[in-house]
């Protein structure tokens, strides 16, 4: 069984930091294509919105809203990806959710995520 569990998210100031962590568990092999976690992220009221994506090679990808503000990583020994989140601003109120796929191309369409996390919640004060 497929598992990712998502912690990190909490409460914080406007300009502060937090660190999200996505553990993985299960995951079935693949034998050609790689795998990619990326975090999406839902506001009340909004579609969920892709943020980062990362691949087993290292590879990032980014949604412009986050560029030059958020990082994302992947620990594969440890089965665990985070996204660093720096000079955090209230539109980033949002619950966020890691998402698995097995693909041959980066995406930040939820669509294509066959894997799917409970999310935590972030809120940021102004």
């Known amino acids: 069984e497929v598992r990712l569990a998502e912690s990190g998210g909490g409460l914080v100031q406007s300009g502060g930091s937090l660190r999200l962590s996505c553990a993985a568990s299960?995951?079935?092999?693949?034998?050609?294509?790689?795998?990619?976690v990326a975090w999406f992220r839902q506001r009340n009221g909004e579609e969920r919105e892709g943020v980062a994506v990362v691949d087993e090679r290292g590879t990032t990808d980014y949604a412009n809203s986050v560029k030059g503000r958020f990082a994302i990583s992947w620990n594969i020994s440890a089965d665990t990806a985070y996204l660093q989140m720096d000079n955090l601003s209230p539109r980033d109120t949002a619950m966020y959710y890691c998402?698995?796929?097995?693909?041959?191309?980066?995406?930040?369409?939820?669509?294509?995520?066959?894997?799917w996390g409970q999310g935590t919640q972030v809120t940021v004060s102004s």
């Open positions: 299960g995951l079935p092999f693949r034998y050609y294509d790689l795998y990619y």
């Open positions: 998402a698995a796929r097995k693909g041959m191309y980066k995406s930040l369409s939820a669509t294509t995520y066959t894997y």
